[in-house]
């Protein structure tokens, strides 16, 4: 189940939406589904159908968008808040005029470096060190690098290979050693090679 922390956001409550209907006898997942073939949750279902109710509740001049005419995706995240309350966020695609009034959902990421100055900020300091990462792959010191890695785990497979094949051969010279030391020694000799051979 996944616990959500909203202190991020600018107002929490605006975000979270608490199921209509009970739902204590529906147990809460244990790990997320996989995204492109699953039976959903039994409480991901509830909270899509009282998310397509409230939709069905929106004024007349939203619902009657070139948007929403064109087909939009909505989403449900099934969530506990702080206070461990079970409850839901909902999101959709793109923009819809005027539907951020009327229902709870998540914020529009499309818009948030305009309205929140700390993903402005947070947005830039991921900006730098990715620009860093690109001009530190692409010095001259790096590739140099890059060079004495791939030279040296050739020379390493090569030693590798070299060392498998020669113990491979001692191995041979051993055993062919037992074979003949069995038919031409006598007991306490040819224990003794093995003893040297072992």
Same mark, same amino acid.
């Given at each position: 189940?996944?616990?959500?922390?909203?202190?991020?956001?600018?107002?929490?409550?605006?975000?979270?939406?608490?199921?209509?209907?009970?739902?204590?006898?529906?147990?809460?997942?244990?790990?997320?589904?996989?995204?492109?073939?699953?039976?959903?949750?039994?409480l991901a279902v509830v909270a899509a159908q009282q998310l397509q109710q =409230?939709?069905?509740?929106?004024?007349?001049?939203?619902?009657?968008?070139?948007?929403?005419?064109?087909?939009?995706?909505?989403?449900?995240?099934?969530?506990?808040? =702080?206070?461990?309350?079970?409850?839901?966020?909902?999101?959709?695609?793109?923009?819809?005029?005027?539907?951020? #009034?009327?229902?709870?959902?998540?914020?529009?990421?499309?818009?948030?470096?305009?309205?929140?100055?700390?993903?402005?900020?947070?947005?830039?300091?991921?900006?730098?060190?990715?620009?860093?990462?690109?001009?530190?792959?692409?010095?001259?010191?790096?590739?140099?690098?890059?060079?004495?890695?791939?030279?040296?785990?050739?020379?390493? #497979? &090569?030693?590798?290979?070299?060392? &498998? &094949?020669?113990?491979?051969?001692? @191995?041979?010279? @051993?055993? #062919?050693? @037992?074979?003949?030391?069995?038919?031409?020694?006598?007991?306490?000799?040819?224990? =003794?090679?093995?003893? @040297?051979?072992?």
């Amino acid at each position: 189940m996944l616990t959500a922390n909203f202190t991020a956001m600018s107002n929490p409550a605006s975000c979270f939406t608490v199921f209509d209907e009970n739902v204590d006898s529906l147990a809460l997942p244990e790990q997320f589904t996989f995204p492109f073939y699953y039976k959903p949750h039994p409480l991901a279902v509830v909270a899509a159908q009282q998310l397509q109710q =409230q939709l069905k509740k929106l004024d007349k001049a939203i619902l009657d968008t070139d948007d929403i005419d064109a087909g939009k995706m909505f989403g449900v995240l099934v969530v506990q808040n =702080q206070a461990q309350q079970l409850g839901f966020i909902s999101a959709y695609s793109g923009q819809i005029a005027g539907i951020d #009034e009327q229902l709870n959902f998540a914020p529009n990421v499309a818009l948030k470096h305009i309205d929140d100055a700390v993903f402005s900020q947070q947005s830039q300091i991921i900006n730098a060190i990715n620009a860093q990462i690109t001009a530190l792959e692409n010095s001259e010191d790096y590739q140099a690098i890059e060079q004495q890695l791939a030279t040296a785990r050739k020379n390493y #497979e &090569q030693q590798l290979v070299a060392k &498998q &094949q020669a113990m491979q051969v001692t @191995r041979k010279q @051993r055993k #062919e050693q @037992r074979q003949t030391g069995q038919e031409q020694l006598n007991a306490d000799d040819f224990e =003794q090679l093995n003893l @040297r051979s072992a």
